[in-house]
């Protein structure tokens, strides 16, 4: 059993290593490389979801590494290893020879590998080792075209944030070990005593947040675009940024067991859901649209979390996955082919390749909760889960399926319209459109910079044919996920899970939710995009720049912690240091002082003491004449007292 | 066996001295790179032989000033063992690193092998009065190796890194003689001494004595206020000198915690516990915050030593807590708290050697100056890459494990130091990465002073076989700790019972 949960690790982080350590010389079969990795990976993985393996080896006093698959774990090793293998597959045809594909790849390796620790971990510890590692990989690929500073300052950010957020697992490892001695399983951690649960639940819940992207760590993701698209189709939108929804899903028992984790996470999954959603239905570049559409997507698998509907949260993940990957990888295909990532400059794209204009379609109608697609299906599944809890969570839940609709027709209804005419030799001669410009974020330059690879700009050329197969797939499997929704594979679904029954949701709620994404849909297609809207335009700038959330962590969190690390330098060298020298200084002139008036007294001293004997021998001198009669006079004086003494004495 | 491993780089030393001044350099080379190697193979055998869980092995006791109470005492357990092996390592590595000098190399070499002797010499020591004589000949060699080898205004940082390390030194030998002048027999041995326990119950004067140590100590670890010697002196000093520096003579401050203030004064480490607590968790986030503030890259490394440092002082403050703890969370204190130091010393070793090739190719640590080496020197871009993600904590990396070990054991007897001082992963993975995109990323940029080359070259074959291996190990310890941790666990348990007499 154990050698397949190995092997599933250990490959992708072994040979992901290799390649990122032979540089550039593996380039050429790097790709190759990658694929066959990938195609291996998916085999054990789907092994591995079979037959539910695990394995242990000792790291910590106590504290051994611990995988495992089950359910949950299955679900979630099968849609990284499939993923990863249609994201590769298009990286081999869309990107360009003269990269560093060794790195690149070597890299998506490195992650997927971590990624698959985090999901099959079962202790804390061993899920903090691939959470990190994800999270460091993840640094490196949003930073992959190095020589762009804003592309570095935007990976930069990304890392920090989430790091910020790791913090609560380390809290949370230190807490339940507090609490309770042992290997830290996920799956015990309910069972910690009080105040430590609320610990170790709120460091749960802040890690969770921060790697999902969720508020108020959002503003991520948007500068994580700046990365290559196979990157945000991979790590933003089917792998790294569910790792929160998934981390809350495994320990649904530590947020019901807590008493508010449960609530607090539903409520941040569904604010994010409407939120995002706006900022969505705000932007104005694809990519951003599609990041803030993730944060909302996976705020609905946080609220399935936080509700204990396990079954919708899961096939909402999956769903998902298939839907925005896809996503992700047409708009890198469109920034390779066109240069732009802009909507009003992505006007008509699709007409020009059907078949990805089709593909992308699907994608967005999956998106968008249109029936009979997957996301439609599983947005019930997992909503069924709020109604039971409360009509509010419900009700803003259907909010933010509208809001899905809205955003993703957005998309088509721009790559569809017919391109007006003149419209490309304009885009020629402007650099960047108007509007965006009259709206600079000092903060986050993200809208300001035309965030376009030179090498891809250069290299302008048709989409590749070996890019599309994968983007298929990933389309087919966006209708094919639908029936897992439904009776009975659902309920299969279910007991594979083996969270217990759960809520079931009526026909009529299908029904529902499917009309209002019609309704919602039909009526943004009908929108005048980009003509005068109703709303006040502070909140569409609002929306538009991720509700300023960058800006506010920076005033309140980033430029404090710079000001203190440049007083407390500048404490340090004229305080401290100074101190120390002048203590070094004081001793110096303690010594000239000494020098001057203690050592020449001393000295004085025992000069007089010299002198005065010198005198002292002089005198003695005086007498010795070596005249006889001195000699005798002084003989006769000196008896002469000696006798009155005498005298005088007896 | 362990004489041997101590005085054997000396012999050397004076071997090298004594030969005629004709001897081509590269004999010496030659020589220093076999005798470091030859260590090296030396400390593999005792970890061979060395038998997990055996208490301390090894032994050699004679009589050296018997009237004083004062007698050769060396051997070795779970604590010393991992801090010899890594100090043979790093001179292993500053041995192959410094292959190409040519500055006056016979002395350097000289110097850097009785510099050795000291180290190992001092870790081995079970006499109170023989880890003084090491503790201050490391302080004279290292003064020679700064003031004669150095850049900059080494005079000054040398003499500066001399007085304040040397004052401690004297603090420390006040504290040993006031151990030693409470038991009875009077005598210097720490085993002795420990089996006494001499100070159990005297409340002031026990308090007196640990301070005495205690400044010492945190003179050379070195500890918030008593750093400023730290930063010049690494600035200056050539990069072996600097390697060692962080790498192994830091060490000798918390090992002397672990070592000699925890077992030989248990009740007054218990009860000014909370002070080391304080104390550490300001060295973690002062260190952090003013590394931060740094635009000199090697100043900011050195100032991320007080930060790794003050890790290892918040573990041992915070394993001192014998109430409401599980015995499993203060032996993970302990336990990452020697694992802290070995994994420290490999990487900011590395680090400092790769400052190093910064300051041969260009003569300047300012990273402002710099931008873009990835392109011109794409392995020293690498390399600093993993060493600066190894130095924030990365799993996968041995400062993980350490790091990990200790903020999980300190959390439940210490929430809030805890708490806080996690804050200093964050800051120190800020700075790094920041550090990171000056340097490496971006468009290329050199500094403009004058005199220096042109291009950039990439590190040098000599140079990635000194830096490559120390990063290897810190990976091979962050992945598969067991071998190490297998070592220290109970020699950490072994202290904590005796703190907790």
């Known amino acids: 059993m154990s050698p397949v949960l190995w092997a599933l690790v250990a490959l992708p982080v072994t040979c992901g290593a290799l390649l990122l350590a032979g540089g550039r010389t593996l380039d050429r079969w790097a790709p190759a490389a990658a694929v066959a990795v990938a195609i291996a990976s998916l085999g054990l993985a789907v092994t591995a979801a079979v037959r539910h393996p695990a394995v242990e080896a000792p790291l910590l006093d106590g504290l051994p590494v611990r995988l495992g698959v089950d359910g949950l774990s299955g679900v979630l090793v099968v849609t990284v290893t499939a993923v990863t293998l249609a994201v590769l597959l298009f990286s081999t045809a869309e990107f360009a020879a003269d990269e560093a594909r060794a790195r690149f790849f070597g890299l998506m390796l490195l992650f997927a590998g971590s990624m698959l620790v985090t999901v099959t971990a079962t202790t804390l510890p061993t899920l903090l080792m691939g959470w990190e590692v994800m999270g460091a990989t993840s640094w490196a690929l949003i930073g992959y075209w190095w020589r762009e500073p804003v592309r570095t300052a935007a990976a930069q950010t990304a890392f920090l944030v989430t790091r910020t957020a790791d913090l609560g697992l380390y809290l949370a490892a230190g807490a339940a070990l507090a609490a309770a001695p042992g290997p830290l399983s996920l799956d015990t951690l309910d069972d910690t005593g009080e105040p430590w649960l609320s610990f170790v639940t709120a460091g749960i819940l802040l890690a969770a947040f921060g790697k999902s992207a969720q508020l108020p760590f959002s503003f991520w993701l948007s500068r994580a675009m700046q990365g290559p698209s196979p990157v945000s189709a991979l790590l933003h939108s089917a792998t790294m940024v569910v790792a929160g929804a998934y981390l809350l899903l495994r320990t649904g028992a530590l947020l019901d067991a807590s008493g508010w984790g449960a609530d607090t996470a539903a409520w941040v999954g569904a604010a994010t859901a409407v939120a995002l959603g706006l900022v969505a239905v705000a932007q104005s570049d694809l990519k951003q649209l599609l990041a803030a559409s993730t944060c909302a997507q996976i705020g609905f698998m946080v609220l399935a979390a936080g509700v204990g509907a396990s079954t919708g949260g899961a096939l909402q993940l999956m769903a998902h996955a298939a839907a925005k990957s896809l996503l992700f990888m047409v708009a890198g295909a469109w920034l390779t082919s066109w240069g732009t990532q802009r909507l009003t400059e992505l006007r008509g794209v699709a007409r020009f390749r059907r078949s990805v204009g089709v593909i992308c379609t699907v994608g967005a109608l999956s998106l968008a909760g249109l029936p009979p697609l997957s996301l439609w299906a599983a947005k019930d599944v997992l909503l069924a889960g709020a109604l039971e809890d409360g009509g509010g969570l419900y009700a803003v839940g259907l909010g933010a399926a509208v809001l899905s609709a809205v955003y993703s027709v957005k998309i088509l209804w721009y790559v569809w319209r017919p391109m007006p005419a003149g419209a490309v030799e304009r885009r020629r001669r402007m650099p960047a459109s108007g509007v965006e410009q009259r709206h600079p974020i000092p903060a986050s330059a993200v809208h300001q910079r035309h965030p376009v690879p030179t090498s891809a700009v250069e290299q302008r050329r048709p989409i590749p044919a070996g890019a599309v197969p994968p983007l298929a797939l990933l389309a087919l499997a966006c209708a094919a996920l639908t029936p897992l929704a439904f009776p009975p594979v659902r309920d299969t679904l279910t007991d594979y899970l083996g969270q217990g029954p759960e809520p079931e949701p009526h026909a009529g709620e299908f029904a529902v939710s499917g009309l209002v994404a019609l309704v919602a849909a039909a009526l943004a297609w009908a929108w005048p995009w980009g003509g005068r809207t109703l709303v006040p335009p502070w909140t569409r700038r609002l929306c538009r720049e991720w509700l300023r959330l960058e800006r506010a962590a920076h005033v309140l969190i980033v430029s404090p912690a710079l000001g203190l690390a440049r007083a407390a330098a500048a404490f340090d060298d004229r305080v401290l240091d100074r101190a120390v020298n002048a203590s070094g200084v004081g001793a110096l002139v303690l010594a000239r002082w000494t020098n001057r008036f203690v050592e020449g007294a001393v000295d004085g001293a025992v000069e007089g003491l010299a002198t005065a004997t010198r005198r002292l021998g002089r005198w003695a001198r005086r007498p010795q004449t070596g005249q006889l009669h001195q000699y005798l006079a002084q003989a006769v004086a000196a008896f002469s007292v000696i006798a009155v003494v005498l005298v005088l004495v007896r | ?501």
């Open chain 2, 1 to 501: 066996m362990l004489t041997a491993l101590v005085f054997a780089p000396t012999a050397v030393a004076v071997l090298l001295l004594a030969l005629p001044g004709r001897t081509p350099v590269q004999a010496v080379r030659a020589l220093w790179v076999a005798t470091a190697a030859a260590e090296l193979g030396l400390v593999i055998a005792v970890w061979a032989g060395y038998e997990t869980g055996g208490g301390i092995q090894y032994e050699v006791r004679a009589r050296w000033i018997p009237n004083a109470g004062v007698g050769y005492h060396v051997g070795v357990d779970g604590l010393s063992l991992p801090l010899l092996a890594l100090t043979c390592v790093l001179f292993l590595a500053c041995a192959v690193y410094a292959l190409r000098d040519r500055h006056r190399f016979r002395e350097f070499a000289a110097l850097f092998l009785f510099l050795q002797t000291t180290c190992l010499g001092l870790f081995v020591s079970l006499d109170l009065i023989l880890f003084f004589v090491f503790f201050d000949l490391s302080i004279v060699a290292m003064y020679f190796v700064i003031a004669g080898w150095g850049h900059g205004d080494a005079k000054r940082a040398a003499l500066k890194f001399f007085l304040y390390t040397f004052i401690g030194s004297l603090a420390l030998l006040l504290g040993f003689i006031g151990l030693y002048l409470a038991a009875s027999p009077h005598t210097f041995d720490i085993v002795d001494l420990t089996r006494q326990n001499p100070l159990a119950g005297r409340g002031t004067y026990a308090g007196l004595v640990l301070l005495a140590i205690g400044l010492g100590l945190a003179v050379k670890t070195p500890t918030v206020p008593f750093h400023t010697w730290l930063p010049p002196a690494h600035t200056e000093a050539p990069a072996a000198g600097s390697a060692i520096l962080a790498g192994v003579l830091l060490k000798m401050g918390t090992y002397g915690f672990l070592r000699i203030a925890m077992p030989l004064l248990p009740d007054a480490w218990r009860r000014y516990a909370l002070v080391l607590v304080v104390i550490g968790v300001v060295s973690v986030l002062y260190g952090a915050l003013v590394a931060l503030a740094q635009t000199d890259f090697k100043r900011m490394v050195a100032y991320t030593s007080v930060n790794h440092m003050g890790y290892i002082v918040l573990a041992v403050g915070a394993a001192a807590a014998t109430t409401d703890t599980s015995a499993q969370a203060r032996s993970l204190a302990v336990t990452g708290s020697v694992t802290q130091m070995v994994s420290h010393g490999l990487i900011t070793g590395a680090l400092f050697l790769l400052a190093g090739v910064l300051h041969d190719r260009a003569r300047s640590y300012d990273m402002g100056a710099y931008g873009g080496l990835a392109a011109p020197a794409p392995v020293f871009a690498a390399l600093t890459g993993v060493a600066a993600f190894a130095s924030l904590g990365l799993p996968g990396f041995s400062g993980f494990i350490a790091e990990f070990q200790i903020f999980t054991g300190a959390l439940g007897p210490r929430p809030l130091a805890t708490a806080l001082s996690v804050l200093g992963i964050l800051l120190t993975a800020g700075l790094f990465l920041r550090a990171l995109r000056q340097l490496l990323m971006g468009p290329v940029r050199l500094p403009d002073t004058p005199g220096t080359p042109r291009a950039f070259t990439d590190l040098r074959a000599h140079e990635s076989a000194a830096v490559v291996p120390l990063l290897a190990l810190a990976v091979v310890l962050g992945v598969a700790p067991r071998f190490l941790l297998d070592v220290i666990e109970p020699a950490s348990r072994t202290v904590l019972e005796l703190l907790a007499r």
